[in-house]
């Protein structure tokens, strides 16, 4: 009997093993033509619903396959379908690489993206993901398109001006914007002139802008993340691409060190690129144009050219293991100057390096990723009154993630350290130095839950961030989710709370700075703040905080056409600001002062509020993208509410990119961009000013200097700014991987005169760049 009963048992477990058993596979997908990584492409098992999206390294994760027999396959557009027969066998893992090749003929039907199926197992909130295909679809200055045009088209982002431009996110100041580069921190990633960036478009795989509500895997800003990583680079053959352009100059070079012997075996690749502008140069083409200008107006350019020049060089080494993990090397130096011949001199040095890996665990369904690193950034300013200006700041940081797969579910958990120093003098107007230098540490970790309830998407995730200098932790909860009403509308919401320790070297009252320095933890702040009501608040903290709010609703009108909207609320509880208005020495001999007079730095408060509405058109040779932002941007500095100068209330964006020709090998594009006027601090009048400190002086007869009498701070607007870009390419195909890529472009076609700043003294208007015609080729093997 009791062997009977065993036996039983025996059979039963063995039966419920075969029906209930579950595999995983997984694996990488690869471009065969250059073994890069495909991202964003489904993986799914012939006819069935199971399958999965690759992610950024072009990993995927098939879990919870009953045992049996599939077809594998992969489908990507513009690429053909790959197929592989797979057999799941119990519980195990089965890695599967698989390669895709483009396809020979570009049919004009409608392939399901693995975009669309993102949207609906995503949530996706106040994320833009960027790839290079997009950021050419933009008119480019110079003929070689940038990430930094394209980020100016982004729902809720703010660009400041053409020269010395700098990008504000949703209420945020630049220097609340994280920039990762594979992991490392980049602190400057803009040039001066605004219209580039330091990274070069054909080495990057994807970029993912976070402009708000971002979850608990990123820390350390209170406004918004920007997270680029790179290309492997080719692991079959050595290409690469020159070009050069009326602006500039560039190299590409890529290629294999060891070749893999077989499509699952390894191999080691290499990328590097380097950029360098000659605008100091070219433009003196446009020399008898920029002076006949200045004849007139000045269009904020010196007559011999424009005082612009960087040089950015970036390069990696990747080494790929048979089951897909890898491990990277990389470096970069970005540099940029700018030289006034009559007003300052300004240059900027960033480099740094480090390591990156992708870790796939034999027995494990986790994934590991992991980065080391260090950058480092220094700018030097030499004003026009001859009062020196420096700032740099450097370190390290580091970290890993885990990610654990179950069926459309995720768990992700990490943890991260950052160590970095500063050191910031300058000379304010009265001649008093303020002077800081410090080294500061923070760690931080996170946990991450995904999960995918029938039509809700659900991400909850808390941040738990410690700043080792200031000893204050900061609990960060947040929490991000989607309901997919239909396959065509979905609703979506996040928020959370958010901190950071590292402020600006400028102050957000400056309307133009290409200064652009760093601070950390600033321990002489005011110990109590006024609000708006009277209150006076004890300051507890030395952190600067926020609080994000947004709600939202995708919807595809059809299959061409998709509408995104979003409200948000940003409450920036705290901010550290420098104090513009100390003249007294923080000493004894003036403790009777108030703060706001003698403090380097004072506490603010204020908030972010607006919506912004997104449209996209995509077909086979017409692509449209529009956008429109309306918002609001307050301060609070315990003594006046202001609005700050890159409060923009409405801005409009309208781009084109459109394919034609016998071979579609003609591409126009435009882009319009209106945005309402900034604020700035308008002119009572001008009166005498006399220096009393002299009693032999006669104030009756004395020459008194020319003082301007100001009207309440920030409350008119310069007009409204609006201009037009095109451009137009003509690819020729001269061999099987050889082109041949000729453009055209046109900066502010219709020549629009958008003010850049008025001298209040003498009324000369100052205004961004004119019509700027320029011409590119570029050569591609």
């Given at each position: 009997?009791?062997?009977?009963?065993?036996?039983?048992?025996?059979?039963?477990?063995?039966?419920?093993?075969?029906?209930?058993?579950?595999?995983?596979?997984?694996?990488?997908?690869?471009?065969?033509?250059?073994?890069?990584?495909?991202?964003?492409?489904?993986?799914?098992?012939?006819?069935?619903?199971?399958?999965?999206?690759?992610?950024?390294?072009?990993?995927?994760?098939?879990?919870?396959?009953?045992?049996?027999?599939?077809?594998?396959?992969?489908?990507?557009?513009?690429?053909?379908?790959?197929?592989?027969?797979?057999?799941?066998?119990?519980?195990?893992?089965?890695?599967?690489?698989?390669?895709?090749?483009?396809?020979?003929?570009?049919?004009?039907?409608?392939?399901?993206?693995?975009?669309?199926?993102?949207?609906?197992?995503?949530?996706?909130?106040?994320?833009?993901?960027?790839t290079p295909k997009e950021i050419?679809?933009?008119?480019?200055?110079?003929?070689?398109?940038?990430?930094?045009?394209?980020?100016?088209?982004?729902?809720?982002?703010?660009?400041?001006?053409?020269?010395?431009?700098?990008?504000?996110?949703?209420?945020?100041?630049?220097?609340?914007?994280?920039?990762?580069?594979?992991?490392?921190?980049?602190?400057?990633?803009?040039?001066?002139?605004?219209?580039?960036?330091?990274?070069?478009?054909?080495?990057?795989?994807?970029?993912?802008?976070?402009?708000?509500?971002?979850?608990?895997?990123?820390?350390?800003?209170?406004?918004?993340?920007?997270?680029?990583?790179?290309?492997?680079?080719?692991?079959?053959?050595?290409?690469?691409?020159?070009?050069?352009?009326?602006?500039?100059?560039?190299?590409?070079?890529?290629?294999?060190?060891?070749?893999?012997?077989?499509?699952?075996?390894?191999?080691?690749?290499?990328?590097?690129?380097?950029?360098?502008?000659?605008?100091?140069?070219?433009?003196?083409?446009?020399?008898?144009?920029?002076?006949?200008?200045?004849?007139?107006?000045?269009?904020?350019?010196?007559?011999?050219?424009?005082?612009?020049?960087?040089?950015?060089?970036?390069?990696?080494?990747?080494?790929?293991?048979?089951?897909?993990?890898?491990?990277?090397?990389?470096?970069?130096?970005?540099?940029?100057?700018?030289?006034?011949?009559?007003?300052?001199?300004?240059?900027?040095?960033?480099?740094?390096?480090?390591?990156?890996?992708?870790?796939?665990?034999?027995?494990?369904?986790?994934?590991?990723?992991?980065?080391?690193?260090?950058?480092?950034?220094?700018?030097?300013?030499?004003?026009?009154?001859?009062?020196?200006?420096?700032?740099?700041?450097?370190?390290?940081?580091?970290?890993?993630?885990?990610?654990?797969?179950?069926?459309?579910?995720?768990?992700?958990?990490?943890?991260?350290?950052?160590?970095?120093?500063?050191?910031?003098?300058?000379?304010?107007?009265?001649?008093?130095?303020?002077?800081?230098?410090?080294?500061?540490?923070?760690?931080?970790?996170?946990?991450?839950?995904?999960?995918?309830?029938?039509?809700?998407?659900?991400?909850?995730?808390?941040?738990?961030?410690?700043?080792?200098?200031?000893?204050?932790?900061?609990?960060?909860?947040?929490?991000?989710?989607?309901?997919?009403?239909?396959?065509?509308?979905?609703?979506?919401?996040?928020?959370?709370?958010?901190?950071?320790?590292?402020?600006?070297?400028?102050?957000?009252?400056?309307?133009?700075?290409?200064?652009?320095?760093?601070?950390?933890?600033?321990?002489?702040?005011?110990?109590?703040?006024?609000?708006?009501?009277?209150?006076?608040?004890?300051?507890?903290?030395?952190?600067?905080?926020?609080?994000?709010?947004?709600?939202?609703?995708?919807?595809?009108?059809?299959?061409?056409?998709?509408?995104?909207?979003?409200?948000?609320?940003?409450?920036?509880?705290?901010?550290?600001?420098?104090?513009?208005?100390?003249?007294?020495?923080?000493?004894?001999?003036?403790?009777?002062?108030?703060?706001?007079?003698?403090?380097?730095?004072?506490?603010?408060?204020?908030?972010?509020?607006?919506?912004?509405?997104?449209?996209?058109?995509?077909?086979?040779?017409?692509?449209?993208?529009?956008?429109?932002?309306?918002?609001?941007?307050?301060?609070?500095?315990?003594?006046?509410?202001?609005?700050?100068?890159?409060?923009?209330?409405?801005?409009?964006?309208?781009?084109?990119?459109?394919?034609?020709?016998?071979?579609?090998?003609?591409?126009?594009?435009?882009?319009?961009?209106?945005?309402?006027?900034?604020?700035?601090?308008?002119?009572?009048?001008?009166?005498?000013?006399?220096?009393?400190?002299?009693?032999?002086?006669?104030?009756?007869?004395?020459?008194?200097?020319?003082?301007?009498?100001?009207?309440?701070y920030n409350n008119g607007r310069?007009?409204?700014?609006?201009?037009?870009?095109?451009?137009?390419?003509?690819?020729?195909?001269?061999?099987?991987?050889?082109?041949?890529?000729?453009?055209?472009?046109?900066?502010?076609?219709?020549?629009?005169?958008?003010?850049?700043?008025l001298d209040r003294v003498t009324?000369?208007?100052?205004?961004?760049?004119?019509?700027?015609?320029?011409?590119?080729?570029?050569?591609?093997?």
């Amino acid at each position: 009997m009791y062997c009977k009963k065993l036996l039983l048992t025996v059979g039963f477990i063995f039966v419920a093993t075969l029906v209930f058993a579950q595999g995983t596979v997984r694996g990488f997908v690869y471009d065969e033509k250059t073994g890069e990584p495909m991202i964003f492409t489904n993986v799914f098992l012939k006819g069935t619903t199971i399958g999965a999206a690759t992610d950024v390294n072009g990993f995927y994760s098939i879990t919870k396959i009953p045992a049996g027999s599939y077809t594998l396959m992969v489908t990507s557009l513009g690429f053909d379908t790959a197929k592989v027969s797979i057999t799941i066998k119990g519980n195990e893992i089965i890695n599967q690489k698989l390669f895709i090749k483009e396809a020979m003929i570009q049919m004009e039907t409608f392939n399901i993206s693995a975009e669309k199926m993102e949207d609906k197992t995503e949530v996706k909130m106040s994320v833009s993901k960027v790839t290079p295909k997009e950021i050419q679809a933009m008119p480019s200055v110079g003929g070689e398109p940038d990430l930094a045009q394209y980020l100016q088209v982004l729902p809720g982002v703010t660009f400041t001006g053409d020269q010395g431009g700098q990008l504000y996110i949703r209420g945020g100041s630049p220097v609340q914007n994280k920039v990762l580069l594979d992991g490392m921190i980049i602190y400057n990633p803009f040039h001066s002139i605004g219209l580039f960036s330091v990274f070069d478009t054909d080495i990057m795989r994807n970029a993912d802008v976070y402009t708000g509500g971002f979850s608990g895997q990123y820390g350390g800003r209170v406004s918004s993340i920007m997270d680029i990583k790179t290309k492997d680079g080719n692991k079959k053959r050595l290409s690469g691409k020159l070009s050069a352009s009326t602006f500039g100059g560039k190299v590409l070079l890529e290629g294999p060190i060891k070749r893999a012997k077989s499509e699952s075996g390894g191999s080691t690749s290499f990328v590097i690129s380097g950029k360098h502008s000659y605008l100091e140069q070219s433009s003196k083409i446009y020399q008898s144009y920029f002076k006949g200008l200045s004849s007139k107006n000045a269009r904020g350019i010196d007559t011999t050219g424009l005082p612009y020049g960087f040089t950015d060089i970036y390069g990696k080494i990747t080494a790929n293991g048979e089951n897909g993990s890898k491990t990277s090397l990389f470096g970069f130096n970005f540099k940029d100057h700018v030289n006034f011949s009559d007003q300052s001199k300004i240059s900027w040095d960033s480099y740094g390096g480090g390591a990156n890996f992708v870790l796939i665990p034999g027995t494990s369904k986790t994934l590991i990723e992991g980065v080391f690193a260090y950058s480092k950034y220094k700018i030097d300013m030499i004003e026009a009154d001859g009062k020196p200006r420096t700032s740099d700041v450097g370190g390290f940081n580091g970290g890993m993630t885990f990610t654990s797969f179950s069926g459309d579910n995720e768990f992700k958990y990490g943890i991260d350290v950052l160590g970095l120093s500063t050191n910031y003098e300058f000379t304010n107007a009265v001649d008093l130095i303020i002077q800081q230098k410090q080294s500061t540490t923070e760690l931080g970790g996170f946990m991450l839950f995904k999960w995918n309830i029938k039509k809700l998407v659900l991400e909850p995730s808390v941040r738990v961030q410690y700043y080792a200098s200031l000893s204050e932790i900061s609990p960060e909860p947040r929490l991000g989710l989607k309901y997919n009403i239909t396959d065509w509308w979905r609703l979506k919401a996040a928020g959370g709370m958010y901190s950071q320790n590292l402020i600006s070297a400028n102050s957000d009252r400056d309307i133009v700075n290409l200064f652009y320095g760093f601070i950390s933890g600033p321990d002489n702040l005011q110990k109590e703040l006024k609000d708006k009501d009277g209150n006076v608040e004890e300051i507890t903290s030395r952190l600067q905080k926020a609080n994000h709010a947004v709600f939202g609703f995708e919807f595809d009108i059809n299959r061409s056409v998709t509408v995104n909207t979003e409200a948000y609320y940003k409450a920036f509880t705290q901010l550290t600001n420098t104090n513009r208005n100390k003249i007294y020495p923080d000493n004894a001999d003036f403790s009777s002062e108030p703060d706001i007079l003698k403090k380097d730095y004072i506490i603010e408060t204020g908030d972010a509020y607006g919506i912004d509405f997104s449209l996209k058109y995509t077909s086979t040779h017409l692509n449209i993208w529009s956008t429109y932002s309306i918002s609001k941007i307050n301060r609070w500095d315990g003594v006046t509410e202001y609005n700050p100068v890159f409060d923009r209330r409405h801005n409009v964006n309208l781009v084109a990119a459109y394919t034609f020709g016998k071979n579609l090998n003609w591409e126009f594009n435009a882009r319009w961009n209106l945005g309402s006027g900034f604020p700035f601090t308008q002119t009572q009048g001008f009166y005498e000013g006399l220096n009393f400190s002299s009693i032999d002086q006669d104030p009756t007869t004395a020459n008194g200097t020319l003082e301007i009498a100001y009207a309440d701070y920030n409350n008119g607007r310069l007009p409204y700014y609006h201009r037009l870009d095109l451009t137009l390419k003509r690819t020729f195909v001269l061999g099987k991987n050889t082109e041949l890529e000729l453009s055209g472009s046109v900066t502010n076609a219709y020549n629009r005169e958008n003010i850049f700043y008025l001298d209040r003294v003498t009324g000369n208007k100052v205004y961004q760049l004119p019509i700027l015609p320029s011409f590119g080729m570029s050569f591609t093997f």
